[in-house]
C-alpha cells in the first residue's frame, strides 16, 4: 500500500461530500457554531461512543440511528453539549436531525447529531432552526466544518490521505476537535471521518473500533471522559473500488490508523493549555494490554505532565506512575529513556548530564518517553500533552 | 465512648513516646528533615503499605521488620525517598535501622524506616549517620517529628485524641506528612500513630486497615500513588486498660477513624497549591464499593478540581465524572448538590442563583458537594482539594 497526505485535506476532500456552516449564536462569540456534512451518494457508517454513563441527547440519538448500519448527514454544533436535560435533551437532538434531513431530504433516521459545549444548558433552539436554514453546503466546506466544532481548540484538526492499494485507489479524510474532558474510554472528543471507498459495512464496524483502540484511545488531556465522544464514519463507495472486507482490508485498516492516529496527535498537542506532545512508549511489557495500561498511566500523570512542561527529567514520576499502572514490572529489568537519553537502566539512575537534557528537554515540543519493561512483547503507544498554569486558568474560569 | 481533642496534641501526647530530630543535611533548606520516634515500652505494631509495585527500599524492610507484629522505634528523612536505587537503596534503609536501634538499645528489627522526597536520589549516608547520632529524644518532640517529615507541605499535621472507652481511658495520636502524589490506595503519604491503649494484635492490624479505608484511601490530591507511602500504628499498652480485641473493639475503631480522618483531611487541606478543601459525599449507590468509586472518581476530577478553585458551581462536570466512574446511575434519580444548594434534581438542572452559589463558593476554604444516586444504601465520603495554578507551578519546578 502506498499513501500520501493531501495537502490542506479534509472530510471534503473526499468525493461526494459537501458541508457548511454558519454562526448560528449558540456560542456568544461571533464563531461558527453549527455545521452540516452530507453526502450526495448512500453511505454505510459506523460509529464508536463514549463509555460515560451519562450520555448526552444526541449520543442516544445517533447511537439509535446507527442501528440501519447506514447515514447520509452529520449535524453538529459547539457551545452546548445538550446533555443532562432529561427529555427535553431528547426532543432537541431529534428536531435537529428532521430539519436537516428536510434540508438535504433524506429521512431522519439517516442523519447522526453531535453536540459539544457546556453540560446541562438546554439548546437555543431558535438559533438552530435558524442556522441550519441558512447553511449552504459545499464542496469545500470541510475548513469550515472543524472550525464549528471547536470548543476550547486553538486550532482545527483535519487530514486527508489518498490511499493507493490492490483494491484500487481510495481517498479518506477526518475532522476532530476537542481540547479538555480527554481521556482514554473513549478519548472525549467528536471525529468525523468520510471515505470514498467501497468497504463492507461489517468489516468496516470492526476497522473503525481497532483504528479507535490505537488511536483516541491511547490519548489522554485530563483523565476525564465526555458524556458526548463519539466517532462518526461514512463510507460512500464512490472509489469505485473491489470492496473491502475481512479478507483484504489490511489495507484500508492501515490507512484508518494513520488519519485517527493523526488525528489523535493533533488533538494531544493542542491540549488545553498544552505546550508539548508527549509520546510515551512502552515496550517489552508482559502482554499489550499492560503495555497500554502503563503507556496510558505515564502519560495522563499530573506530576509526569508537569515535569515536562517545566523540562525537568525527574524520571521518578515516570517510574512511580509506571508502579501503580497495574501492569507488571521488574524494578531490576527495568530502562527508561527521556529524549532518548537513558536516565535509567535495570532499575538504577545512570550518570546522564541532567542539565543538558533540561535543556534540551525545555527545547522540544514533542517529548518522546520510552520504557522497556524487558519482560516480554507488550507494546504501545500513548499520546497527551504537559500540564501547564494555562490549563487550569482555562478550566477555573466561569463556564456556567 | 467519649473521646475530646488533646490541645497541641501529637504522637507523643501519648503517654511513653519520645522523639527528636535534627536537620541532618539531607535537604539544602536548614529544615529538620531526620527524625526518630521511640517507645519506652515494647509495642504491637501494624502497617498499611502503598500498591506501587516501584515500592521504595525502606518500604521494603518496614514490611519485612513488621511480620514479626511488633516494632519500637521509627527512623524517618524527608528530602530523599531513597527509591529505585536497587541493592544500594536496601543497604541504606538497612543501616538507617540498625543505627537508630544501636542508638536506642533495641534489636534492628523492631526499627521501622520511612523515607519520602526525590525519587532515584541516593540517600546522603554520612549526613544520615552524623545526624542519627545528633538526635536528642525527649517527650515534647512530636511537634518537631512533625516538621522533619514534610517535604511540599506548608504546615504540619497532629492530633491526640484522649479516649474513654468501656475498656478504660487511653490516647491515641498522629502525625502525617503528604501534599502531592496523593491518591487513594494507598492514600500516597506517610501517617505514624501512637497509642498507650492496651490492644489485641491481630484485632489492631484488622482496625487499621480499616480505618485507612475511610481516611487515607478517600483522599485524593492528584491521583498519583507514591513509592513510599505507609501508615504505622504502635500500641504500648501503657493506659492499662481491658484488652481492646475483636469483641469489644467498637469504641477504638472509632476513635481511631476518628484520628486517620482528621489527618487526611488536614492532607487534603494542605494538598499541593492548594486553597480549598472539597469534601464529596455520596448516597444512595447500589453499594458501598460503587460509592466509594463515585466520590473517589468526582474529588479527583481536575476539572471539578478546577472548576472549584475558580468558584464555578459547573456541576455538569461532577455528572461527568460521576458517569465515568463505573458507579450505576440513573439519570432521572440524580440529585446534586453544591454547598447545600441543590443543583441538579431527578437529572435536571434546578433554576438557582448561579451568581450567589458563585459567590459562596469563592468565599469557602471547604466546598460540600453531595451525590444522591437514590438506587441503594451505598454512602461514602472523600476528600480533596482545587486544582491551582501553583500546583502546576510547584511541580514543574526542577526537582531533579
Redesign the interface.
Known sequence: MDFSLIPDGTVTSVPGFVTGAVHAGIKDKDELDLAILYSKMPCVATGVFT?????SAPIILSQRHLTQRKARAIVVNSGC?N????EQGMTDASEMASLTATKVSIASQEVLVASTG????PLPMSQVRNGIEKIELHQDGGHELARAMMTTDTRPKEIAIQVEAKEGKFTIGGVAKGA??M?P?LATMLCFITTDAAVNIDFLQQSLKKAVDVSFNMLSI??????SDCVFLLANGLASNTEIGFNNGGDFQNALNEVCVSLAKSIARDGEGATKLIEVVVEGAVNQTEARQAARTIV????VK??M??G??????I??????SGA??R??KLDVHLNDVCV?K????TRFD?EEL?TSLARLNRVPIKVYLNLGDGRATAWGCD???E??????????
Open positions: 463509555t460515560n454513563l451519562a450520555k453539549a446533555a443532562c436535560l432529561g457546556v453540560i446541562g444548558k479538555g474532558m481521556h474510554e485530563d483523565g476525564e471522559t465526555s458524556p495522563s500523570s499530573p506530576l508537569a515535569a512542561h517545566g525537568d527529567p525527574n524520571w521518578g514520576r517510574v512511580a506512575a509506571l508502579g501503580r507488571k514490572i524494578e531490576d535509567m535495570q532499575g538504577r539512575p541532567a533540561r500540564l501547564s498554569e490549563y487550569v486558568r482555562i478550566n477555573s474560569e466561569h463556564a456556567t
